[in-house]
């Protein structure tokens, strides 16, 4: 014990003052292992100084190796070709514009990012061989690896990364969902051949994850990069392509070249299938077509669920729904009416009948229990109609009302549509459904031209992300450009500016608190759940899924 | 082969007994045939006659052993040469189809498969009655020349619409004949083709038999086709035969009130209107299948009595071959006359101008490209209360040239129609009401004249509203004037013409084209889609309305005798012009135009044996090509020479009111058409 | 001339009446005909009357039961939601019936009128408007169906109205066959020598003889409509939820028949093809009927 | 014979004009901003404004018609907003699968139809009839899609003999492909089955009650012969044209199927562009859908009219 007391001073001492007070939020038991693990890995510890400091400090082990279902690859064998079944891409697959999850797990076979955003939202640096930030977290210096080289040949180099990002910034990248208001065109400096330095727009103690697989239109290309990226599908990843059909599908032959030789491929061939709807991609696995399913739903893939043969990969997610209401438009106006509506709603009887179980409460804001910050001592709301109906009563309303309820049709919406409708009915809110199609909502995404971001009432469906920032920032933000509810509080503003500089976990779990309480006190939107990622496999091993979407293969291979 | 002295040891080639034959119509039996006994002998030719309605198309197809499925034969036996068909297996019906008996129809066209050579059809007749391929075409080919069709190897090769109707019924004949059959059924061959066709189909029927000694049951609505073509004859009625015997002596002397009333109503002997009303036979044919305990005509005899409802006569035999189901057989020939002796007038009221004049009508029509010239240069004049007649062959342009003068069709520039004097535009859309309601129409066929939706009443009142301005009670009151004048029942003006008998229904379109008092009706071949009784009935009423209301007539029809009993004068028409005009008496005599004389020899008549006919060579030449020169000369049997393929001959005033378009002058016409013509013909 | 010759003796029914209802008696011995009736008939009984009638509300939602299987309780089983699809099935025939009656009345209505007046009319309006016709038939009605809803909107106004105006075209060639040999007939040239105006002549005189195949036309398209109806919900096009309409009911459950919930997909299924056999079965005892 | 295929092909590119007429401007009424829905909503409205210039999405709809007419006739379909591909480019291999898909569905529905119809026929009213009536009838009443469904569930599922896509491993043997696309030929052949066998039982009722019929069985051939050499030749014909109407439904109708199948037909891209707002490759795609329709009925028609003596040896002599 003793020298691995001294052992862990020497380690201290070449730490800086965030990354040492990290230590010690473990060592006081203040977070569990996991969690700084996960911590560490954002401030750029390195995983084997992690784990000697974890074991070190003797932190509890509660969910300790919990890496989920998919770690072991010992039954998994080499050869084959693995394949999978995927939503098919929206649109050209293109770095700059992809904005679905087809499009952006194709990106993620052959492309690679500064760093991979795992399932456990832990991040495992790739290109970046580790990064640092400065003091208050305003910049961020990354060591980019030596030795990777695209699928051409060609060596990678720091300035492949700057141009990367350059490339983004600099032309209306999707990308900029996540960047916009945090690192502007212009602030990434090539240091070195080997070091790249951001300086970001204000402090942001979450900075890696918003350069990493998460922000998933982030695949580092070569400087030399001008478009036509379905042509080559050019990265550094384990696999290269071999055919492109569009809408059809790819089939990817393994990288021999490939870095990371403990990542090797096991498989030779990825055969990536696309498919229009859930169904097909259900059945196809079912009948053997594919042997991987990514993504899928528990309305849509009961068929998986209750079968022995399939292999669930479950991932705890932060993926909801947000049903908005505008506060700044009858008949929600008033936050009493408002709370009626979510307290109108039994959400566990959603989360077990939508989701047979696989699902998180949702508590109304978008901190979601799988975020470390999340602060789990804020009391979840529960059903209660008396409440409710004494709140609308309370607000003038007690007759009830009429609104129209709008969204879209996809995943279990409409369904959740109907639940919350029925559910109103008890509380005299005659609620009508609208629902129309993903493009008929969204619209143009802006202000004045969706029915998203202009109706009085809707339902939008989240994709997961490794922090809360941007279900903070540009979905309630008073500024921010997705703000549906139209929810303008400068209390909330302030309390979420202070939980983006804020490093530690301490601080991010005050700001949290004190942002989860307000929002179940205003309450702009419903948060009903947070559902799992789904995924399933027959007869492989090894698959890794992220929440976002992505799959890693690299590791897959039949177990018999 | 002589057909006397086979009949001596052979067995006769069709012997009905006593055969029943009945159809399943809504769920129940109904008796078609009762009891039909007749028998043929070999070589002989036998006619069966009867009005639409009375079984002979049945008995056809029964003798063929092809009644429709919801047919059956419920009595009697039918023995063919001495086979009893009844009793064959389906293997022996084959072999009987193939070798003893074949039948030939009505409608050629159809009767031809349309997507397979004619000559292969022919050729399937031969295989089927064991030739080989090879030997079945060539036997084809003989046989085709054999009813002279010319070119028959190029015939051969050509699918049946390609084929003019003469042409696809020799044909069809020729297929008949390849299995030289003990009997051969012949059911209305010659219906729907035009007169001068018809008597070519009949020339070589008649000739063939005499070659081929066939036995022939011919059926056939015309008695006069029937009293030419055949040795017996058995009159069909209700599905009874009520009278049998040698044509000549039952047509001269009929014994069955049935067989007189038939015979009276045919105009017929150069009878015309102010002579006498054409007789009729009153009633209707009984609902098929009825019960019948008496006499299947006691419903519509004018000498029936209380035992004829009672008691169904027995055959009587008359005399020697000769029998009749009547129990008054003796005084049939004293049937009654329906109709009285015509007190009115019939001559032309007042001469006067013409009430309708007609000046250089064209009318071409575009067809595929090609100008079809159906009126070239027509005029002619109706004076008032006159009956102008219109003959010619199919495609001569006589419908075109009535539905011009009625602004039904608009006529080429330089076609003047004139009412009254007046200048009428070209279409309908340019006259006035008076002028419309001046020129009406009694079109061939009432079931497509009358709108089926629509009943007798509301037909008549919407003329009456339209043409002359009728409302309410008094429109009503016309509407029973009306059915009146035309002798329709008032408690029928209520039904819909799927509700009336064929006569009725002419009587209503009749009407109709009398609600708004007009000057001029056109005729359009208005009796031949009804039976003879009932176009007599039809002519009588005609000349009664005429008699009356002092209209004027454009009576169009392909039956001469029809015509002749009712125009008073009569123009003739081919190719779109008008070859001979003049009164009706004119033109059926000699001197004539060639190509009246042709058409008018080509009518089978009952008196009169001996009139030489004159034959057209080939079909009617395409309006789109008219032949040089005068139209007629590619056909013509008295045909110059030269001048008559240069030169088209003016429509010329030959002799007072007499119009003829030849080149022969009218004495040396006068001259020729007294002996036969020169060119004829091969003969059969 | 003394007797009134060749009046029938047989009794001439004396009204319009008979033939109507030897028409009627026609079709009425046709077992083809009767069963279509009984089954339409059953339905539309179900559309009139099915909320009153069905055991559940259709639209209360059970979430924690379900995906039962059919019992005693729920003849054919609950939904995703826990609805019971037997109340489901039955409520939803309005709907359909509603929708798919509307839309070919429509598209009957304006092909009707186009037909007749293209037909009697040929020459130049004829040509012109029956090219337009064939560029929509080259079109199917699914594309056509999914372009309008996806630009006006999902609707019932809109799938009527797309439906309709699609059946247009279609109704109209039949219509105008039908014309094109009424109008050889006399009767319509003796209706224009009285000086009757075209309208007249067309919805006055023809119309009424053209009115067989139209109502075969309609039965045969109200077949087609509730078909494409279905198939447009099913694309999730047209209607919205929670309506218990066929066509959605079997696109929300399709997924699920590999997990073995066959029920809710079948019934909707069955709904669907027995109306849909039903309209058939008397679209052709009709035809019978009028062909003859 | 050559007057009326001048007459029918003229006729045809009058059609083919209106409908790219309709087609154009069916997809004009279509909602959405081009250049938004290519940049995504981050984009600034200067670049959407920008690139919608650069699109000519601005210009007006004649002068985008006549621009989009004359690169068809360079066989250029201009360019998809969504996929940034050449139409053509997408086009072809999407109905180059659809007819692969509509051929074997042809090859397995048109004999069963026409025996079918033909059996029914010569037993009218009697219970082979019935069976292949009503069977057909009823089978043809039954949405595409539900017969997917069920199909699927039932030889891809519970019995596990045939795949449940359509689309077969890239590389596969012919066979292979075949046998990825029999359970949705398979789908077809239940919808069209009832359609074909009531065409052909039609016509050949016709020519059974025909009098050329009667003349051929008073012929005394037997039966065999009559009704291959009278009857069939005589009540196939149409049939013919019926199949080639079939063709709309079967190349690009198909959306169902093909999403429930996920074959990447043309049925399946007109559904993505569609939800894409994707107004060149819409366009395109229903252009193409039209044309195919149209030659298959052009075709038919002359088919038709070749073996129909009437119209190939014009009128009578």
Redesign the interface.
């Known amino acids: 014990m003793d020298a691995r007391q001294h052992r862990l001073d020497e380690v201290r001492r070449e730490r800086s003052e965030v990354e040492n007070h990290l230590i010690d939020e473990l060592s006081a038991g203040k977070i569990s292992r996991r969690e700084f693990v996960r911590r560490g890995t954002v401030l750029g510890l390195s995983l084997p100084a992690l784990s000697f400091i974890a074991s070190a400090c003797g932190g509890d082990d509660d969910d300790g190796a919990a890496t989920g279902a998919t770690e072991t690859t010992g039954g998994a064998q080499a050869g084959g070709t693995l394949r999978t079944a995927l939503i098919s891409p929206a649109g050209a697959l293109d770095p700059l514009t992809v904005g679905d999850e087809g499009g952006l797990a194709t990106l993620g076979q052959s492309g690679e990012y500064l760093a991979w955003s795992d399932d456990e939202l832990m991040l495992q640096p790739r290109i970046a061989e580790s990064w640092e930030p400065n003091e208050d977290g305003s910049v961020w210096t990354f060591a980019i690896r030596q030795g990777v080289t695209f699928h051409d040949g060609t060596p990678l180099t720091a300035e492949d990364v700057v141009a990367t990002m350059e490339f983004h910034l600099g032309n209306e990248s999707n990308a900029l969902s996540a960047l916009g208001g945090v690192l502007s065109a212009g602030n990434t400096r090539l240091v070195d051949e080997t070091t790249v330095e951001f300086t970001l727009d204000a402090p942001n103690g979450n900075f890696p994850y918003l350069v990493s697989s998460d922000n998933y239109n982030l695949i580092i290309l070569p400087k030399t990069y001008r478009g036509d990226w379905e042509k080559t599908f050019i990265g550094t990843g384990p696999w290269k392509l071999e055919t492109y059909t569009p809408e059809e599908g790819v089939t990817y032959v393994k990288n021999p070249d490939y870095w990371d030789t403990s990542r090797m491929p096991l498989a030779d061939k990825n055969e990536v299938k696309y498919y229009e709807d859930e169904q097909a991609r259900v059945i196809a696995l079912q009948g053997g077509e594919v042997d991987v399913v990514s993504n899928f739903s528990v309305a849509g893939g009961g068929a998986l669920l209750d079968d022995p043969s399939f292999t669930i990969i479950e991932l705890r997610a932060s993926q909801h729904r947000k049903v908005h209401m505008r506060t700044d438009m009858e008949p929600f106006t008033d936050k009493r009416v408002r709370q009626a509506m979510a307290l109108a709603v039994d959400r566990q009887a959603l989360v077990d009948g939508l989701f047979e179980g696989r699902a998180d409460l949702g508590n109304d804001s978008p901190f979601a229990p799988v975020f470390p910050s999340t602060d789990p001592s804020v009391p979840q709301r529960e059903q209660d109609l008396d409440q409710a109906r004494q709140l609308l009563e309370a607000a003038g309303m007690g007759d009830g009302f009429n609104v129209k309820l709008e969204s879209w049709q996809g995943f279990e919406i409409p369904d959740l549509a109907v639940l919350l409708q029925n559910a109103w009915e008890e509380i005299g809110v005659t609620v009508e459904l609208q629902i129309t199609d993903d493009g008929a909502y969204y619209g143009d995404f802006t202000y004045g031209s969706s029915r998203w971001l202009d109706s009085p009432f809707g339902i939008t469906d989240w994709g997961h992300r490794g922090v809360p920032n941007v279900f903070l920032s540009s979905a309630l933000g008073s500024k921010g450009p997705w703000n549906a509810p139209h929810f303008k509080n400068p209390t909330f503003d302030q309390l979420l500016s202070d939980y983006v500089a804020a490093f530690d976990l301490d601080a991010q779990r005050a700001a949290a608190k004190q942002i989860q309480e307000l929002l179940l006190e205003e309450t702009p939107a419903i948060f009903p759940y947070f559902y799992f990622h789904l995924a399933a496999t027959k007869n492989v091993e090894g698959v890794e899924p992220t929440g976002m979407g992505h799959f890693d293969l690299s590791q897959a291979g039949f177990t018999t | 082969m002589s057909a006397v002295a086979a009949s001596v040891t052979a067995p006769p080639a069709l012997e009905l007994d006593d055969l029943s034959v009945a159809f399943r119509v809504r769920g129940r039996w109904r008796r078609v045939l009762r009891g039909v006994s007749l028998t043929i002998a070999p070589g002989e030719s036998y006619g069966l006659v009867g009005e639409s309605g009375c079984g002979k198309s049945t008995t056809a197809l029964a003798v ?1 052993r ?1 009644l429709p499925r919801n047919g059956r034969v419920t009595g009697g036996s039918i023995h063919v040469a001495g086979a009893d068909l009844l009793a064959m297996s389906e293997r022996e019906v ?6 003893s008996v ?2 030939v ?1 009505q ?1 050629p066209g ?7 050579r004619v000559g292969e ?1 022919v050729a ?2 031969f295989e ?2 064991g030739a080989s391929r090879q030997e079945a075409l060539e036997r084809a080919r003989e046989m085709l020349a054999r009813v002279q069709i010319a070119d028959a190897a190029r015939v051969m090769r ?2 049946p ?4 109707g003469g042409m696809q019924q020799r044909a ?1 004949i020729a ?1 008949a004949l390849a ?1 030289d059959p003990a009997l051969l059924v012949l059911d209305e061959p010659t219906t729907g083709l035009d007169a001068t066709v018809e008597a070519e189909v009949l020339d070589l029927i008649a000739g063939l038999r005499a070659e081929l000694g066939t036995s022939i049951l011919f059926i056939s609505h015309n008695l006069a086709v029937v009293r030419r073509m055949c040795e017996r004859v058995g009159v069909l009625y209700a599905g009874r035969l009520v009278e049998e015997g040698r044509a000549n002596e039952l047509f001269h002397d009929p014994r069955h009130p049935y067989t007189v009333g038939l015979l009276r109503c045919l105009p017929r002997g150069g009878v015309s209107k102010g002579e006498r ?1 054409l007789d ?5 044919l ?2 098929l299948g009825a019960e019948l305990p008496g006499c299947v005509f006691a ?1 519509r005899c004018g000498l029936v009595r209380d035992v004829c409802r009672q008691e169904e006569p027995p055959l009587y035999p008359v005399a020697r071959g000769r029998t009749s189901r009547c129990h008054f057989w003796q005084e049939a020939h004293e049937l009654p006359f ?3 002796t015509r007190t009115a007038p019939s001559a032309r009221t007042g001469r006067g101008g013409p009430v309708l004049a007609v000046a250089d009508a064209s009318k071409t029509f575009r067809q ?2 090609q100008d079809v010239h159906a009126l070239a240069g027509v005029s002619l004049a109706v004076g008032p209360g006159e009956t102008l007649g219109l003959v010619g062959e199919s495609g001569s342009g006589k419908t075109t040239l009535a539905r011009v003068l ?1 602004g ?1 069709t608009a006529p080429d520039q330089g076609t003047i129609v004139e009412l009254d004097g007046q200048v009428l535009g070209g279409t ?1 859309g340019e006259r006035g ?1 008076e002028e ?2 001046a ?3 009694v ?1 061939q ?1 009432p079931d ?8 007798a009443r509301r037909i008549l009142a ?2 009456l509203t ?2 002359v301005g009728l409302e309410g009670r008094r429109r009503s009151e016309r509407v029973l004037e009306l059915a009146r004048s035309v ?1 329709f ?1 008032e ?2 003006l ?3 013409p ?4 064929g ?2 229904k002419q009587r209503v ?1 009749i009407a ?1 084209a009398f ?2 008092d007009p000057r001029v009706v056109v005729c359009d071949e208005p009796t031949s889609a009804l039976d003879v ?2 176009q007599a ?1 039809i002519l ?1 009423l005609l000349v ?1 309305l005429q008699g009356k209301q002092g209209v004027s007539y454009l009576f169009i029809s392909h039956d001469l005798g029809v015509v002749r009993y009712l125009a008073d004068r009569i123009a003739v028409l081919y190719l779109g012009r008008v070859m001979e005009v003049g009164d009706a008496a004119t033109v059926f005599a000699a001197p004539h135009h060639p190509y009246t004389e042709a058409l008018v020899s080509a009518v089978p008549a009952f008196e009169g044996e001996g009139r030489p006919r004159i034959r057209l060579e080939g079909e009617i030449p395409s309006a789109a090509e008219p032949p040089s020169g005068c139209v007629f000369h590619t056909r013509c049997p008295r045909k110059l020479g030269e001048i008559c393929e240069r030169e088209e001959p003016p429509l010329a005033e030959v002799e007072p009111g007499h119009l003829l378009r030849c080149h022969i002058p009218l004495e040396e016409l006068r001259l020729v058409q007294a002996t036969p013509p020169p060119n004829q013909p091969r003969s059969p | 001339m003394s007797t009134v010759d060749e009046i029938a003796p047989i009794v001439v029914h004396d009204s319009a009446r008979a033939s109507r209802r030897e028409r009627l008696r026609l079709v009425l011995r046709s077992r083809t005909f009767l069963v279509g009736a009984v089954i339409v008939g059953f339905w539309v009984f179900c559309a009139l009357f099915g909320p009153a009638v069905v055991p559940d509300d259709p639209y209360a939602d059970d979430i924690l039961n379900r995906l039962q299987p059919p019992s005693s309780e729920h003849w054919f089983g609950t939904d995703r939601l826990g609805r019971d699809v037997f109340s489901r099935v039955i409520v939803g025939a309005r709907d359909i019936l509603i929708v798919a009656t509307l839309a070919t009345v429509l598209g009957t209505l304006l092909g009707t009128a186009l037909g007749l007046v293209t037909g009697y009319f040929r020459g130049l309006t004829d040509e012109a408007i029956m090219r337009v016709v064939d560029a929509f038939l080259a079109i199917p009605i699914v594309v056509i169906g999914l372009l309008a809803l996806t630009a006006l909107g999902p609707s019932r106004v809109t799938v009527v109205l797309v439906i309709g105006i699609v059946f247009t075209p279609i109704i109209a060639r039949t219509v105008r066959a039908a014309v094109l040999s009424e109008r050889e007939l006399e009767y319509v040239e003796a209706a224009r020598l009285r000086n009757e105006h075209a309208p007249y002549v067309l919805f006055g005189e023809i119309l009424p003889n053209v009115l067989g195949p139209v109502l075969v036309e309609f039965t045969v398209r109200l077949g087609y409509a509730i078909f494409a109806i279905a198939t447009l919900s099913f694309l999730g096009f047209g209607i919205q939820p929670p309506a218990p309409d066929w066509g959605l009911q079997i696109f929300e459950h399709y997924g699920l028949l590999g997990a073995g919930d066959w029920w809710p997909t079948l019934f909707p299924a069955l709904a669907i093809a027995t109306l849909v056999v039903g309209v058939n079965l008397i679209a052709d005892g009709l035809t019978q009927a009028f062909e003859r | 014979m050559g007057r009326f295929i001048l007459r029918r092909i003229a006729l045809a590119l009058i059609t083919l004009w209106l409908l790219s007429v309709i087609v154009f401007v069916a997809c004009e009424v279509m909602p959405g901003d081009v250049a938004r829905s290519i940049l995504g909503p981050t984009a600034a409205p200067e670049t959407v404004e920008a690139l919608n210039e650069e699109l000519g999405t601005d210009r007006p709809v004649v002068v985008r018609y006549a621009d989009w007419m004359a690169g068809i006739f360079q066989g250029d379909l201009g360019e998809s907003h969504a996929f940034r591909r050449p139409v053509d480019e997408m086009i072809w291999p999407a109905l180059w699968n659809s007819a692969k898909l509509a051929f074997l569905a042809f090859l397995l529905v048109v004999p069963l139809g026409i025996v079918g119809g033909v059996i029914a026929a010569l037993h009218e009213g009697r219970a082979a009839d019935r069976a292949i009536s009503v069977g057909g009838l009823s089978a043809a009443a039954i949405p595409d899609f539900v017969w997917a469904v069920v199909t699927i569930l039932v030889f891809g599922i519970w019995l596990e003999i045939l795949p449940v896509t359509a689309q077969a491993p890239p590389g596969a043997s012919f066979l292979t492909r075949v046998e990825y696309l029999i359970l949705p030929a398979l789908c077809l052949v239940f919808v069209l089955f009832g359609y074909l066998a009531r065409m052909a039982r039609a016509g050949t009722t016709e020519a059974l009650d025909s009098d050329y019929t009667r003349t051929a069985v008073l012929k005394g051939l037997p039966r065999r012969t009559v009704i291959r050499r009278h009857v069939l030749r005589n009540s196939l014909l149409p049939t013919i044209a019926v199949v080639a109407t079939q063709t709309g439904y079967l190349i690009g109708g198909l959306v169902a199927i093909e999403l429930i199948f996920n074959y990447p037909g043309i049925g399946r891209l007109i559904v993505r562009a569609a939800d894409q707002k994707d107004f060149p490759l819409l366009q395109g795609t229903v252009l193409v859908i039209g044309v195919v329709y149209l030659l298959a009925t052009l075709v038919a028609d002359l088919a038709y009219a070749y073996l129909n003596p009437r119209i190939r040896y014009g009128a009578a002599m």
Do not use: C, W
């Open positions: 063929m092809y084959l072999r009987y189809r193939s070798r074949s039948m129809y409608n159809a009767a031809l498969n349309p997507s397979l059809q399937e007749a089927v009655a050509r699918y619409h390609q084929l003019s069809l297929m299995s009303p009729t036979i009153p009633g209707l009984p609902e419903d329906t109709a009285e595929e490209g009625l039904l309908l009401t419309v309601r020129l009406q129409i079109f066929n497509s004249a009358l709108n089926r939706r629509f009943s919407r003329a339209k043409l002798r029942d408690r029928l209520g039904a819909r799927v509700q009336l008998s006569g009725l379109a109709r609600a708004g009784s009932v009935a009588n009664e």
